[in-house]
């Protein structure tokens, strides 16, 4: 098995949202904010190969919208989903499938394109398999009122249209041992229905993908949640679980968001679970 970084791209989110009730004083220690009151947010993805399987975990927001609703994320740096799958050594036709930690347009937006002439939209990656859940499908295509915004219809659609869509079996266990992928996978309801944590065994090492359970470094306490969860009281039993169970098996929390910090260990302190080490993408892979 290897495991390739895949930066989809950079964007700002207000630092507000990102952690909730948590006071500015507080939160701008970690996760210094502009004069907008925005945070550096990154996009970064996995890639998984493992034999004859390739597996992006999630996408990034991709390129479709429009000036005016990328001009709300203040977009920045140079990376984008396929320069970075390119300097890894691939192309897009050789994904054979993409995991969808959730539906959020900046997790799964990458994954859907504009068609050569602009008519209608397109799956990006012809080959793969795009695997959801049917809870988080179906919370995802009947949006409620505080997600809707998130939940692009033409980030959906066209996967379903397509025939590339596929469901894993989820159990009443928390964490799911996938038959149809190369790792097990820990289910959260916090942020929103039957989010997806890949807990990938490497070199001797549990790599996970935090996607929003663990934004930043900057949420490691667990009170600091972000004010975009739907169910915030969930979320912090959630993190507060996985983030012992991280620290008592050393786990390595890949940063999905995390812009300056790729990969982290924890530890347990008087205060609770905090920071341990930080890694660079190249110490690891």
Not at 34 to 56: F, H, P, Q, S, Y
Request: hydrophobic share 40%; net charge negative.
């Amino acid at each position: 098995m290897k495991l390739y970084p895949i930066n989809a791209g950079n964007f700002k989110l207000d630092g507000g949202a990102m952690f909730g009730v948590v006071p500015k004083s507080i939160w701008n220690k970690t996760n210094p904010a502009d004069a907008n009151n925005m945070i550096d947010i990154a996009a970064r993805c996995l890639l998984v190969e493992n034999g004859n399987k390739l597996t992006l975990i999630d996408t990034g927001m991709g390129n479709k919208q429009s000036d005016k609703f990328f001009s709300y994320y203040h977009l920045w740096g140079n990376d984008t989903l396929e320069a970075s799958l390119k300097t890894a050594g691939f192309h897009r036709d050789d994904i054979t499938d993409v995991f969808m930690t959730h539906l959020h347009f900046d997790h799964c937006g990458g994954g859907v394109q504009w068609n050569s002439d602009k008519t209608d939209f397109e799956t990006v990656f012809k080959n793969a398999n795009y695997w959801s859940n049917k809870n988080h499908w179906n919370w995802a295509t009947k949006p409620n009122k505080r997600e809707k915004a998130s939940f692009l219809k033409e980030n959906i659609s066209p996967i379903e249209a397509s025939g590339q869509l596929k469901f894993l079996s989820l159990s009443s266990s928390k964490i799911l041992s996938s038959t149809e992928l190369d790792f097990n996978i820990f289910l959260a309801d916090g942020h929103t229905e039957k989010q997806m944590i890949p807990m990938i065994e490497y070199q001797n090492k549990t790599i996970c993908f935090m996607a929003d359970l663990l934004p930043t470094v900057g949420h490691l306490p667990v009170p600091f949640v972000m004010g975009y969860d739907t169910r915030p009281l969930i979320t912090l039993d959630e993190k507060e679980g996985f983030l012992k169970l991280a620290a008592d098996n050393n786990y390595y929390l890949f940063l999905e968001h995390d812009a300056h910090h790729p990969i982290i260990t924890v530890k347990h302190t008087e205060k609770g679970v905090r920071l341990s080490k930080v890694f660079q993408i190249e110490e690891l892979f």
